[in-house]
């Protein structure tokens, strides 16, 4: 299976700041790469696919990029409401299987 | 917009069996895949399988084959996840989520979430 690295585990920031988290593939996944947000309780929610594509109704303060093996995700001007914790996950396209990252949270500093 | 709602927390013993439903309410069952995703206590999610219900197909990841089942009732638009030989480790919260199949063609990242089911498996 294709192992997903995350970095850092941990990110501690301010409201207004920019964040970049990165996600690492053991493998080159082209660009079949998403990335969720989770908080506490609550089913994680898709934010970006393949790579770079914003799903509709998320804010544009998150963006993505990278293809390969190396991807970041980040959210320029942090609103309180994005203090939780992210996911990137492989997705080899149209066919299973797929791995999720370990998890970066974002924790308000 | 599909929305997805799961059965309640279960409490099993090791050894048992357990399964978990996702009804599916709005949208075109059959428009979509529904995969199968565990998080426990604490770690990223994991994905378990999933079920294409226009195709009757499904696929499991290799770490719980044989011991995993997905189905899907197209009639009531309802899936399961029945995972047997529990032990402790399977501990965790059970998500279903679809995504929108082109076709037959799934993309295997998720945009809709059910609101996920606690599994306990203690003696």
């Known amino acids: 299976d294709i192992r997903m690295t995350q970095s850092p585990s941990t990110l501690s920031a301010s409201v207004g700041d920019r964040v970049t988290i990165t996600c690492r593939a053991s493998?080159?996944?082209?660009?079949?790469l998403a990335w969720y947000q989770q908080k506490p309780g609550e089913a994680p929610k898709l934010l970006i696919y393949?790579?770079?594509n914003l799903k509709s109704e998320v804010p544009s303060r998150f963006s993505g990029s990278g293809s390969g093996t190396e991807f970041t995700l980040t959210i320029s001007g942090l609103q309180p409401d994005d203090f939780a914790t992210y996911y990137c996950?492989?997705?080899?396209?149209?066919?299973?299987?797929?791995?999720f990252g370990q998890g970066t949270k974002l924790e308000i500093k | 917009q599909v929305q997805l709602v799961q059965s309640g927390a279960e409490v099993k013993k090791p050894g048992s069996s357990v399964r978990v439903s996702c009804k599916a309410f709005?949208?075109?069952?059959?428009?979509?895949?529904i995969s199968w995703v565990r998080q426990a206590p604490g770690q990223g999610p994991e994905w378990m399988g999933r079920?294409?219900?226009?195709?009757?197909?499904?696929n499991y990841a290799q770490k719980f084959q044989g011991r995993v089942t997905i189905t899907a009732d197209k009639s009531t638009t309802t899936a399961y996840m029945a995972l047997s030989s529990l032990r402790s480790e399977d501990t965790a919260v059970y998500y279903c989520?679809?995504?929108?199949?082109?076709?037959?063609?799934?993309?295997?990242?998720?945009?809709?979430w059910g609101q996920g089911t606690l599994v306990t498996v203690s003696s």
């Open positions: 989520a679809a995504q929108y199949c082109s076709g037959v063609n799934c993309p295997n990242y998720f945009d809709h």
């Open positions: 709005g949208g075109t069952f059959s428009s979509y895949s």
């Open positions: 079920i294409i219900p226009l195709l009757d197909i499904s």
């Open positions: 493998q080159s996944v082209s660009n079949w």
């Open positions: 393949e790579a770079s």
């Open positions: 996950q492989q997705y080899n396209s149209y066919s299973p299987p797929c791995t």
